[in-house]
Structures are given as structure tokens and as C-alpha cells.
């Protein structure tokens, strides 16, 4: 949940160039492939692939390659499509979505309509409470109408869901752990890890006592996922910097 957004959150954001920060335009929408992941934002006639995506936060998405110019195939939009009963019975709509943008994972569904209409207009769906996602809607299980919770309950954990600040000093700390933390260490060195650079954020900056102990309690509930998070990343940078440097010698060849 570490890397968990909302695509209404991210949508007017900032996409950026990791290593030159030129700017590629506004982000405009996320797209699903066939697999039912989020697999592209885009902004314009310009396709961000996620699996280049190298950072999300405080207004920004940066890229660690350039973007996609021709539009992919077989992407699905998920954003207001139609929420249905698997005997076809119309429910509502998907009035919003939180996703791990480095996975492209779908994390919950926000819908409204008349399956909302007792939770105040909105609830929460969860991935296992969908029986399909298909082109044009999203066919839910037949049980799932009396397991929904109202927006602030079932979204309560989430990343996404902390205010700014606290997402604010998340990204500082796990910043800052980034050469810090490695794949094989152990859970309590993980956290200790953690403390340590939160004392230190502590000692150099001026935010708030409590907003610093919330994300410092978030980062060590979420050890796994950010030492996840820190391998993912040191990943794709080596994989973007591997094909950077195969396009520079095919262009001079």
C-alpha cells in the first residue's frame, strides 16, 4: 500500500524527464491492458508506460525514459465505466480507483450509482470483489452488495489517504533509505533503519512532531512493501539506463 495513489489524485499532475526534468505535459488519464493492470498514463498524444515510471508524488510523475509516441493497443479505459451484476444487472459506475503505480495493481474501486446509494453516494470495492473487467464495464460478484463500506472506512490505511504532509515526509524518509535498505535485511533492521532516519529528519527539519511519528509508525507497519518499493526502483533504473545506453550505440552505429 506503500505506492498506492488515487487516478483522481495524479490526474493534472506534472509529467516529468527523470534525468534532464523537461516537462512532457499534463497527465490526463491511466489506462488498463488486457490483464486488467494499469499499464500507461498519458497526457495529449504523449503514453508514459508505468514500467518507466520512476517516482509519483507532490504533483509530479517522473520518467526514467521517454515516452511513447503511438497510441497502444488494446488499452481500456476504467474511469466511469458501468458496474454490473454478473446477471447483467446495471449497479452504478466506477466514480474513481486507487492503484500501486509501480505494479499497476488495482488497490480499490470507488463506485457510485445506486450499489453507493446507502454509503452517502460512495463505496468501496475491493479487486477480489470483481468478477470481470471487461471493455466497457466491471462485472462484480453477486455477494458483494452487502460487503461494500462507505469511502472513509474501506479506504482507511491507504497511502493515497494520509494527509499531504505525512505522504510529504513519507517520500523524505524513503528517500533517504533508498541506499540504505537492501532486499535481504531482515524485518527489525528494516525498521530500525527507518527510526534512524526519521530521528534524523527529526533533528534537520521543522515538521510537525505528530505528522512525523505517523509516517514513521506508516513506513515501519509497511517495511516490506517499501524495501519492495527500493528494489523495484533500483531495477527499473538499471533497465532504463541499459536501454539508454543500447539506443546511443544503435544511433551512432
Known amino acids: 500500500m506503500l505506492n498506492v495513489v488515487r487516478r483522481s489524485q495524479i490526474i493534472g499532475w506534472i509529467a516529468i524527464d527523470s534525468s534532464t526534468a523537461n516537462s512532457f505535459g499534463e497527465l490526463e488519464e491511466v489506462w488498463l491492458d488486457d490483464s486488467g493492470r494499469i499499464a500507461y498514463f498519458s497526457g495529449g498524444e504523449t503514453y508514459l508506460p508505468v514500467e518507466k515510471i520512476a517516482g509519483v508524488g507532490m504533483g509530479a510523475v517522473s520518467v526514467y525514459y521517454p515516452p511513447v509516441e503511438d497510441t497502444p493497443e488494446n488499452l481500456r479505459r476504467l474511469h466511469e465505466i458501468t458496474v454490473e451484476s454478473t446477471l447483467g ?30 454509503f452517502g453516494g460512495r463505496a468501496v470495492l475491493y479487486p477480489e470483489d470483481v468478477e470481470e473487467i471487461a471493455i466497457d464495464k466491471v462485472i462484480i460478484r ?24 505525512v505522504q510529504h515526509l513519507v517520500h523524505i524518509i524513503g528517500d533517504r533509505l533508498h541506499h540504505l535498505i537492501s532486499p535481504s535485511d531482515k524485518p527489525e533492521v528494516v525498521r530500525v533503519k527507518i527510526k534512524e532516519v526519521s530521528d534524523e529528519v527529526a533533528t534537520s527539519t521543522n ?46 552505429s
Open 89 to 118: 444487472e446495471p449497479l452504478g459506475w466506477v466514480e474513481d480507483f486507487l492503484f500501486d503505480w509501480q505494479t499497476g495493481e488495482i488497490a480499490a474501486y470507488i463506485v457510485a450509482g445506486e450499489i453507493a446509494a446507502p
Open 142 to 165: 453477486e455477494d458483494v452488495k452487502h460487503q461494500l463500506e462507505a469511502e472513509s472506512e474501506g479506504l482507511e490505511g491507504f497511502f493515497s489517504e494520509k494527509s499531504q504532509q
Open 207 to 252: 515538521h510537525p512532531h505528530h505528522a512525523l511519528q505517523e509516517a514513521t509508525e506508516f513506513l515501519q507497519e509497511q517495511w516490506h512493501s517499501l524495501q519492495q518499493s527500493i528494489a523495484r526502483a533500483g531495477e527499473r533504473a538499471k533497465s532504463s539506463l541499459d536501454a539508454a545506453w543500447k539506443q546511443i550505440h544503435q544511433t551512432k
